[in-house]
């Protein structure tokens, strides 16, 4: 039994750097290869993951991206803004908001389901919500990363569901 060790040994190592390489190849038909394999290294997960699985990883990311604008957005609203701020980051937190309630649960079920169309249609809206919520303000954002950081993963994860395809 014990000699069996050694060749689980191999076996788990051969399994981690496989995927290692399905995380490289994935991430290099994306937009942003660099951002890709940061995020997806960074779920434990990924490492026993097909392309799905790390599709849902990036789904995921989405949506503690849209989370944590959703604080900002809140703790920026207890500020006391002025009017018009007020109301921009009010359109921000329904925009937001339908990200974790629409864009997030549908490209979920589109995934898990095996029907991936749907998944690529969430993540684009995903970045045109954080558009439009940037497009609230009349001036400057308090909310550009955001509106950048969600452009940037909703990219990614469109190109990885697209593998899918
Ligand atoms: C939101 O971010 C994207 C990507 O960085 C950028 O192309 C777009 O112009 C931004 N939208 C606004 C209104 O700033």
């Known amino acids: 039994m014990t000699n069996l060790k050694p060749i689980a040994l191999i076996l788990c190592t051969l399994f981690i750097a496989t995927n290692a390489n399905l995380i490289e190849e994935t991430c290099m038909q994306t937009p942003n290869h660099g951002?890709?394999?940061?995020?997806?290294?960074?779920?434990?997960?990924?490492?026993?993951?097909?392309?799905?699985?790390?599709?849902?990883?990036?789904?995921?990311?989405?949506k503690t991206k849209a989370n944590n604008a959703l604080v900002k957005i809140h703790q920026l609203l207890q500020g006391s803004p002025e009017p018009g701020q007020k109301e921009a980051l009010n359109s921000c937190g329904d925009r937001?908001?339908?990200?974790?309630?629409?864009?997030v649960p549908q490209a979920?079920?589109?995934?898990?389901?095996?029907?991936?169309?749907?998944?690529?249609?969430?993540?684009?809206d995903a970045a045109i919500e954080a558009n439009s919520c940037?497009?609230?303000?009349?001036?400057?954002?308090?909310?550009?990363?955001?509106?950048?950081?969600?452009?940037?993963?909703?990219?990614?994860?469109?190109?990885?569901?697209?593998?899918?395809?």
């Open 35 to 62: 951002l890709c394999v940061q995020y997806l290294q960074a779920d434990p997960h990924s490492s026993d993951s097909d392309v799905t699985g790390l599709a849902l990883i990036m789904v995921n990311v989405i």
């Open 96 to 103: 937001y908001n339908a990200i974790l309630v629409a864009d």
């Open 108 to 124: 979920i079920a589109s995934l898990q389901k095996g029907d991936p169309k749907f998944a690529v249609d969430g993540a684009n």
């Open 134 to 165: 940037e497009n609230s303000f009349s001036g400057k954002s308090p909310l550009t990363n955001d509106n950048n950081s969600m452009h940037g993963v909703a990219a990614v994860t469109a190109a990885i569901v697209k593998l899918l395809l």
